[in-house]
């Protein structure tokens, strides 16, 4: 799949068409789409005279002409038509901070579009560019992330089959990874803009889901955390780690959303990585593990409040040499708690919970676990009560399923969305 000069795969401009985008990489700005929603890059242009100067700072404007002269229009949220303007512009300017996509006909549709990065600057649409969109845009959609402006929806749309639903007679994993209580595991994820949403595991007739919002500002927090009630409420909490260092807990109200955060402590800007692996020493509460800068594996054993005892070490050290921790759950099938690190040769490793704080000898898993796609383990994705993990490949979300001792298969079942920059999904 051909990616943009920044490394990235550009979606496709509508929803049915969103698997089979492209892009050419012909510059690092702007991608217009000829025809059925394929994407080409093009360079940012100098404007003739200057007169894009006219639009102020901070906006987007559409042009009459080109050149930036005629009548101008500034857009601050999505047109499904454009009025007078509409087949009428021949340039723009984006001088703001939203991504916007133009199309060929009203409502969004039609067989050629114009993606739009944030202060891209001027675009003359006439002349040499291409002829494509010149006087034929009708519609434009603004948003805060290139996947709302893309996609239309603000959220990843995780599409999954019916076998989702965990049949009767097969044991839960734990309700681990379920934030609504439905018995299905769900996915939080945080987009580019910082909001945060619950994308639940039930789906709708067509295999999608609806995401909803559970806030804004996240982006205000170096890490999130998930996995487990830690405060023994039967609902699955989240702690996140703010930009001081602070750690919170964020109790769940298991609707997938969360209740008033509670500070744990400082200091935790000390740790490369936090995981919540679940109940790692046996007494049925769960707890953290936490990574320092120097390689020392760190157990912070769980009071059932969500705050935690004094913590004690797990291992001799060495663990800088992991790229990635993860926490499955039980992927043994033995009731205990595991662990999961990715090493720098793109090795995945299975460490087996003991049940008393400390790991077994660790296992190799099959397959290449590169550095830029990162396991997502999100406990039982396919209903059949094993713990399963989740990875990117090729710009689409694949299953690798748990056998219940100890590895996996896959990859399968693809998910259906496309990955956008700067997303985090946990």
């Not at 639903?165 to 945080?190: H, I, K, T």
């Not at 400082?266 to 936090?274: A, D, H, P, T, V």
Request: aromatic share 8%.
């Amino acid at each position: 799949m051909p990616r943009t000069s920044r490394g990235r795969r550009a979606p496709g401009a509508s929803r049915p068409n969103r698997r089979t985008a492209a892009r050419r990489a012909l510059g690092a700005a702007v991608a217009l789409a000829a025809s059925l929603a394929t994407l080409v890059t093009v360079a940012p242009q100098a404007a003739a005279k200057d007169n894009s100067a006219r639009c102020p700072a901070g906006k987007l404007c559409l042009f009459q002409y080109g050149d930036y002269k005629g009548e101008m229009k500034i857009v601050s949220s999505s047109q499904p038509t454009l009025g007078r303007f509409d087949n009428t512009t021949s340039s723009l300017v984006n001088n703001s901070s939203l991504w916007a996509v133009a199309f060929n006909d009203a409502k969004y549709g039609g067989d050629a579009s114009l993606l739009v990065l944030p202060h891209n600057g001027p675009i003359d649409l006439s002349g040499a560019f291409d002829g494509t969109l010149d006087n034929r845009i009708s519609s434009i959609r603004v948003a805060t992330t290139e996947h709302e402006a893309v996609q239309g929806i603000p959220w990843m749309d995780w599409s999954r089959g019916p076998e989702s639903a965990r049949p009767a007679g097969l044991p839960a994993v734990s309700r681990f990874g379920d934030l609504d209580n439905d018995g299905r595991a769900d996915l939080l994820e945080r987009a580019d803009d910082g909001r945060l949403w619950f994308l639940p595991g039930t789906v709708n007739a067509d295999g999608s889901t609806r995401g909803r919002l559970v806030g804004g500002g996240w982006n205000s927090m170096t890490q999130l955390v998930r996995h487990g009630d830690h405060n023994g409420d039967g609902k699955e909490d989240l702690y996140a780690r703010d930009k001081s260092g602070t750690l919170w807990f964020y109790p769940g109200r298991g609707d997938g959303a969360f209740g008033t955060r509670v500070r744990v402590g400082g200091g935790w800007n000390s740790m490369r990585e936090i995981s919540a692996a679940g109940d790692l020493t046996g007494d049925g509460r769960r707890d953290l593990l936490a990574r320092d800068t120097a390689g020392k594996l760190w157990l912070y054993p769980g009071n059932g409040k969500g705050i935690f005892g004094a913590r004690r070490l797990s291992g001799t050290g060495g663990w800088n040499s992991m790229k990635q921790l993860a926490a499955p759950g039980d992927m043994t099938g033995d009731g205990k708690a595991d662990l999961l690190a990715r090493d720098g040769a793109r090795t995945l490793w299975l460490y087996p919970g003991n049940g008393k704080g400390a790991f077994g000898t660790r296992k190799k898993l099959p397959y290449s676990w590169p550095a830029d796609e990162p396991v997502i383990a999100t406990g039982d994705v396919d209903g059949d009560g094993r713990s399963d993990l989740m990875r990117p490949i090729g710009y689409q979300v694949f299953v690798f399923h748990g056998n219940g001792k100890g590895s996996i298969g896959g990859p399968m079942a693809d998910m259906g969305w496309d990955t956008a920059s700067n997303v985090r999904v946990l």
